[in-house]
C-alpha cells in the first residue's frame, strides 16, 4: 500500500500527519534532511540535547521532566547513555537513525567529561555500532 | 490487488503517473476507489444511554480530549471533576497575542509584544473539512470558523540552492511541472508506449486531456504561450487601453525544474488532510477551548494541578496531585472511573497501578520535535508588495515556510506572519537555541525569501514544543511497526482508567484524534459502568 504512494518523498516515517509535507520538501530540496550535520560532542550537545537536558544539562521540570545529565551517576557505565541516544527511552527519543556512530561516540564522551562528569574512559565508534539494534 | 484491469506492476506505474502528473490528489482518487482511504468515524454527537447512577469520573488534562470527556461525560449525568496542570485549559489548543507570556523549560520566558488584535497559532493552526467531530463541536460550541488558505498560486517555492537562491512562484511551478508531465505523457501515447494500459480509444481521450491540462499546443508541446501564461502568469499581465500590452512568460527548462525539486512544495495542498477548504477559528485557535471551557460548570475544572501518581483497585481511582505554582504537599482526589488524557511523555514518568501492557505501551512512544515562530511586521507588504494574499510559501531553510495570515486582507496596517513551521533536525536544532537567537534564524531565513524581513520586522515569539512544559513534545510518533505491537494497549481500559488524546488516535497531531479517541474512549467506559 504505501509503494504507491509515491508523492510522500519520505515513506513511512512520515505517515504523522503533518510533518509530512515540509519534511518532504526540506528533503527533497536537498537542504532539509533526516540526520544532524553537527560534528564534534560539544556542537551535538549544544544543537540537539540542549533543547531537552538544557544548556547547562541540569535539565527542567514541568508537567513532567527531563533529568539532568550533569553530575549524572549513570553516566558511569558508559554503554548506558550510548543506549539511551541510540535506542531512546520512553519520552526521549531515538537518534540511533538520525547521527553516525562517530557522531554518538563524541555526544557521550563530552557529556561524560563536562557538567561536573568526569569519566576519563572513551566511547569508540565501534561501541556505538554494537549498541544499534 | 487482483488482475481485473492491469497486472500490479502496470496499476503501480499508473499510479504513479498519474501521481507525478496531478500531485497526490488524482492519485488520492484512484486510490479511493481501492478503498484506501478512510474517515475518523465520527458520524453524530455521542449519546451514552443507561443511568450511570451516581458515578463519578476523574478527568486527567484539560486539552481538547479532556474537555471533550468533560463535556459528554457530565451531559450523560456522571458527577466530573477535571484536574489540569497549567493555570488554563487547552493544552496544545493554544494561541498568542500580545501580553501573553511564553514559559519554556529552563527558565525561556518571552513576552508577546504582537499589537491588539494579532495572535499566532503556535500549535494547530489549521482544521480539514472532514474532521468533522471538531467542525461539530465548533458549530455546537459557537465557534465561528473562517477559511484557513492552505494554496496560493502567487506565494512562493524555495530552494536556497536552485535558481540562483531565487524563489519561484507556486502558479509557475505547478504549470510548468504540469506542462512537462503532459507533454512527456503525451509523447508515450503517440508513440503508442501506452498500448498495453490503455485502448486506442481512451488514449485518444487521454490526449486531448493533457493537451487541455497541460496547456500544450497542437503539437503536443509545453512552449511559452499565451494559453500557457493563463495558467502560469504573464510578464506582463493583460490591461487596458494602448499602454499594456500583455507579454507572455518564458517556462522554466525542464531539466532545472526537475533537479531544483520546486515540485515537493507542490505536494501539500493535495493530499487528503490540507485539501480545501480548510478551517481555522476567527480570532485564534484556542477559541475552541474556551467554548468548551463556557459550556462547563466554573468549578468542574480545577487548575494548576499537577497529577504525580495514580493508584487504582476494584472500587476506583486515587489521584495524587501537587499544587503545580506552589508545590506542597500532595492531595488526593477520588472517583469511580478516570479518564487520563495526559501526554505520554509525562505519563511515563508517572507511578501508576496499571498492567504491563499499558506501560510498555506508554513507554513505547516519544513524541516528535517541532518549531513555530511567529514574526509581527510594520506592514502588510507581502500584499502590498508581493500579493500574496494568505496561503503558505515553502523553502528548503531550517523555517521551512512561511505562512501568510488567512485573514484581513489590506485591512490592517501591521500583520503577524507564521515565520517558521518545522520538524524534524531542523525542529530540534531551533528548540535547543534561546528565543533571541530563534529569531535571529527566522528573519535571516524569511530574507532569504522576502527581503522584507530586514526592514520591516518588528518582534516575534517561538514555541519548541520540546520545551513546553505541559506536553514535552509535538505529538506521538508512531511508527507502523509500534502501532501493530502497543496501539491497542494503550487505548484499551486498565481497570477503571482509559487513555484519551491525540496518541490514542489514528489522527495523530490532529485535534480530531483526539476528540474522537475521547468520545471513543467513553462510549467504552460508559458501557463498563452503566453494566456495573
Ligand atoms: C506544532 C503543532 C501543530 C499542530 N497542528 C495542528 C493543526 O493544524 N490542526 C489540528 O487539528 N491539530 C494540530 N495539532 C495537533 C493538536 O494540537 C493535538 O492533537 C491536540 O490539541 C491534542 O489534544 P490532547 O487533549 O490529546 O492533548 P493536550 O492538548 O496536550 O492536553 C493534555 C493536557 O494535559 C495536561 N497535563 C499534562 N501533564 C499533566 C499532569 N501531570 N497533571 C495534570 N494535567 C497534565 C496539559 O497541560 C494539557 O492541558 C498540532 C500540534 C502541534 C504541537
Known sequence: MKSVFVGRVFGSALLLGLCLSSGAYAQGAGGGRFGFTEQGGEAIFKNVCQGCHMPDAKGAVGAGMYPALAKNPKLETAGYPVAVIVNGQKAMPAFGGMFSDQQVADVVNYTRTHFGNNYKDKVTPADVKAARP | ?532
Open chain 2, 1 to 532: 490487488m487482483t488482475e481485473q484491469v492491469l497486472a500490479p506492476m502496470n496499476r503501480r506505474s499508473l499510479f504513479r503517473m498519474i501521481g507525478m502528473a496531478a500531485g497526490s490528489a488524482a492519485m488520492y482518487q484512484a486510490m479511493t476507489d481501492l478503498g484506501y482511504a478512510g474517515e475518523s468515524g465520527y458520524s453524530a454527537p455521542l449519546k451514552l444511554e443507561g443511568d450511570p447512577k451516581g458515578a463519578s469520573v476523574l478527568v486527567l488534562g484539560a486539552g481538547l480530549a479532556g474537555l471533550t470527556a468533560a463535556l459528554e461525560l457530565r451531559n450523560a449525568g456522571y458527577k466530573v471533576q477535571v484536574l489540569e496542570y497549567q493555570h488554563k485549559a487547552g493544552g496544545r489548543n493554544i494561541s498568542i497575542r500580545g501580553g501573553d507570556t511564553v514559559n519554556e523549560l529552563g527558565g525561556f520566558t518571552q513576552h508577546c509584544q504582537f499589537d491588539p488584535g494579532f495572535y499566532v497559532n503556535p500549535g494547530p493552526m489549521r482544521i480539514p473539512y472532514h474532521h468533522i467531530a471538531l467542525l461539530d463541536y465548533c458549530k455546537r460550541l459557537n465557534v465561528p470558523l473562517e477559511p484557513f488558505s492552505i494554496i496560493n498560486y502567487n506565494a512562493m517555492i524555495h530552494n536556497s540552492k536552485a535558481f540562483g537562491g531565487k524563489p519561484k512562484r507556486y502558479r509557475e511551478v505547478e504549470t510548468d511541472f504540469r506542462g512537462y508531465v503532459s507533454e512527456l505523457l503525451a509523447k508515450c501515447t503517440s508513440q503508442g508506449k501506452l498500448d498495453q494500459a490503455v485502448t486506442k480509444e481512451d488514449a485518444e481521450v487521454l490526449l486531448q486531456a493533457l493537451r487541455a491540462w497541460g496547456a500544450l499546443n497542437q503539437n503536443y508541446e509545453y512552449k511559452k504561450s499565451g494559453q500557457v501564461s493563463n495558467h502560469r502568469g504573464y510578464d506582463v499581465d493583460p490591461g487596458g487601453g494602448l499602454s499594456w500590452q500583455p507579454t507572455d512568460s518564458e517556462p522554466m527548462a525542464m531539466a532545472e525544474l526537475l533537479q531544483s525539486r520546486l515540485w515537493t512544495g507542490l505536494l501539500t495542498g493535495h493530499e487528503y488532510e490540507y485539501q480545501m477548504t480548510m478551517f481555522q477559528p476567527v480570532g485564534g485557535m484556542d477559541r475552541i477551548s474556551a467554548g468548551f471551557v463556557r459550556a462547563l460548570p466554573p468549578d468542574m475544572i480545577k487548575y494548576n494541578c499537577k497529577v504525580t501518581e495514580i493508584k487504582q483497585d476494584a472500587n476506583g481511582v486515587v489521584v495524587s496531585y501537587v499544587d503545580s505554582q506552589k508545590g506542597g504537599a500532595p492531595q488526593t482526589a477520588t472517583a469511580n472511573w478516570c479518564v487520563n488524557t495526559i501526554p505520554t511523555t509525562i505519563l511515563s514518568q508517572v507511578p501508576m497501578q496499571i498492567g504491563a501492557p499499558l506501560k510498555n505501551a506508554i513507554n513505547s512512544l516519544s513524541y516528535s520535535a517541532g518549531f513555530k515562530a511567529g514574526v509581527q511586521m510594520k506592514r502588510r507588504w507581502w500584499e502590498d508588495d508581493e500579493r500574496i494574499y494568505g496561503g503558505i510559501t515553502y523553502t528548503d531553510q531550517p523555517v521551512a515556510l512561511i505562512s501568510y495570515p488567512s485573514t484581513q486582507f489590506m485591512q490592517t496596517q501591521k500583520g503577524v506572519v507564521l515565520g517558521a513551521y518545522t520538524f524534524g533536525p531542523h525542529a530540534f536544532e531551533l528548540t535547543s537555541l534561546s528565543p533571541e537567537e530563534r529569531m535571529k534564524v527566522v528573519v535571516d531565513c524569511g530574507a532569504a525569501i522576502h527581503p522584507q524581513y530586514r526592514t520591516e520586522f518588528e518582534n516575534g515569539v517561538s514555541v519548541g514544543w520540546h520545551r513546553m512544559p505541559f506536553t514535552l513534545g509535538c505529538f506521538a510518533q508512531w511508527t507502523e511497526a509500534n502501532r501493530e505491537k502497543n496501539y491497542n494497549a494503550l487505548c484499551a481500559i486498565d481497570g477503571r482508567m482509559v487513555l484519551a488524546g491525540e496518541h490514542a488516535s489514528h489522527l495523530g497531531a490532529w485535534q480530531e484524534g483526539a476528540i474522537v479517541s475521547a468520545l471513543d474512549a467513553i462510549k467504552r467506559l460508559h458501557q463498563r459502568a452503566v453494566a456495573a
